[in-house]
Nanobody, 124 residues
Framework: QVQLVESGGGLVQPGGSLRVSCTAS????????IGWFRQAPGKEREGVSC????????YYADSVKGRFTISRDNAKNTVYLQMNSLKPEDTAVYYC?????????????????WGQGTQVTVSS
């Protein structure tokens, strides 16, 4: 079965850290640029970060720049999002999907399967 599965979410206090993972099954992730998106209750889905398939180049949303780091381990078929200095406004369900790497990376791609995501809650 071809799919991306998100994991690693949880409850963390403000200022804390969390790493979420995006693991591919049924296909090789190294051919794809991967984007992380998030959706908070009552809000639209927004792009958080993406990483290219060929040179590891990255984009970040302004709201997470300097706090979040995206990386990939092709041997493990996994893309990570390391989140530091977390804020309550980072609370959301986080999703990963293949994207077209480029200046429009932050636009949620149509016609892709959005999995269940992983819930990140930042609260004291």
């Amino acid at each position: 079965q071809v799919q991306l599965v998100e994991s690693g979410g949880g409850l963390v206090q403000p200022g804390g850290s969390l790493r979420v993972s995006c693991t591919a099954s049924g296909f090789s992730l190294d051919r794809y640029a991967i984007g992380w998106f998030r959706q908070a209750p009552g809000k639209e889905r927004e792009g958080v970060s993406c990483i290219s398939s060929y040179d590891g180049a990255t984009y970040y949303a302004d709201s997470v720049k300097g706090r979040f780091t995206i990386s990939r381990d092709n041997a493990k078929n996994t893309v990570y999002l390391q989140m530091n200095s977390l804020k309550p406004e980072d609370t959301a369900v986080y999703y990963c999907v293949p994207v077209v790497y480029g200046p429009d990376w932050y636009i949620p791609p149509p016609n892709v399967y959005w999995g269940q995501g992983t819930q990140v809650t930042v609260s004291s």
